[in-house]
């Protein structure tokens, strides 16, 4: 103690207050649960130790003041992938709000994790870090850091999260069933993603035939970008056929958007199909049919025309 009668804080070993992780700091918790309800933004209530989940015995079961259940693990270690698992195992058994996991170090990949929980799910999960402090001669006293909670505005994040997730499975769904129609011959080879397209080369670098699907629109386009740096070769690529139009759009058998994008590095030259993959699936097969029809068209107006390009420099374009 010094002059002016304050003490200094230091950090006891929690080995040295709670020798056993089950028998000593978990009963403590659940006698002390104020200690944890002062970390927290809410209060916990009728603390229970070791309950059942299948073969698994949880720390301690509470509730908050709503009635909702909470499940606390604990752990007088560094974090591990193990009580991580178990965290969420727990939280599954028992239909759970929130997950609070206690550790006395808490790894980087594990706060990851649990800030990835906190945004993909509408669960709470709290990561908090124990420490056992004491000044002078008194006796040890915990101290609760929250280092990961959920966020104010975490139910709109998680929704969001979530629809992106939905628009990835449903995206999928639908290139699945485009590459594999029959009819579908220039991408037959092309596996299915989650993005909003897919393409395939037009026999000349950097001019690609893509799909492209929307929620409710989808098209089909002939897409220049040869690069970076070669933003005037792709515009006069893109002229050269716009200066073919009417023989293009002959063939292709009705008119196609013609966009040079001035001011950006590609060019686009395009035809669009109402209905896209939030159209009712029963639809999907005739729209695609649309689709697939379209790019065929689109494909045979283009083929003479790709194959006479010449470059600004008065070169052959290159394949």
């Not at 916990?44 to 606390?72: C, M, T, Y």
């Not at 023989?247 to 966009?259: D, M, Y």
């Amino acid at each position: 103690m010094n002059a002016l009668g304050i003490g200094k804080l230091r950090r006891v070993a929690l080995r040295e207050v709670w020798k056993h992780e089950a028998y000593d700091f978990t009963q403590w918790l659940q006698e002390n649960v104020d200690v944890l309800n002062d970390a927290l933004s809410f209060n916990l209530v009728n603390v229970d130790r070791e309950q059942a989940a299948g073969a698994f015995s949880i720390d301690l079961v509470a509730e908050d003041e709503n009635g909702g259940k909470v499940i606390i693990e604990n752990q007088l270690e560094k974090s591990n992938h193990d009580h991580l698992g178990k965290l969420i195992t727990y939280l599954t058994a028992m239909n759970a709000r929130a997950a609070i996991w206690i550790v006395s170090e808490p790894r980087p990949e594990h706060v990851a994790a649990m800030s990835w929980l906190n945004d993909n799910s509408s669960a709470d999960f709290y990561l908090l870090k124990v420490e056992a402090v004491q000044i002078g001669d008194s006796a040890p006293a915990a101290l609760m850091t929250v280092i990961v909670g959920p966020s104010d505005d975490k139910s709109n994040v998680a929704r969001t999260n979530r629809e992106f997730a939905a628009r990835h499975d449903i995206r999928h769904s639908w290139w699945v069933r485009l590459l594999e129609r029959p009819d579908n011959k220039l991408h037959a080879h092309i596996a299915p993603g989650t993005v909003s397209w897919t393409g395939t080369s037009s026999g000349v670098r950097g001019l690609q035939l893509n799909y492209v699907v929307g929620q409710d629109l989808s098209r089909v386009e002939l897409y220049l970008d040869r690069g970076k740096g070669l933003d005037a070769e792709n515009k006069a690529i893109f002229d050269q056929l716009m200066a073919n139009r009417e023989t293009i759009e002959a063939a292709f058998g009705g008119p196609l958007v013609w966009e040079r994008l001035d001011g950006q590095r590609s060019c686009r030259i395009k035809a669009d199909v109402s209905g896209g993959y939030r159209s009712p699936e029963e639809e999907w097969d005739g729209i695609q049919a649309k689709l697939v029809n379209a790019m065929n068209r689109l494909e045979t107006a283009l083929r003479p025309h790709l194959k006479t390009l010449r470059c600004v420099t008065g070169e052959g374009v290159s394949t």
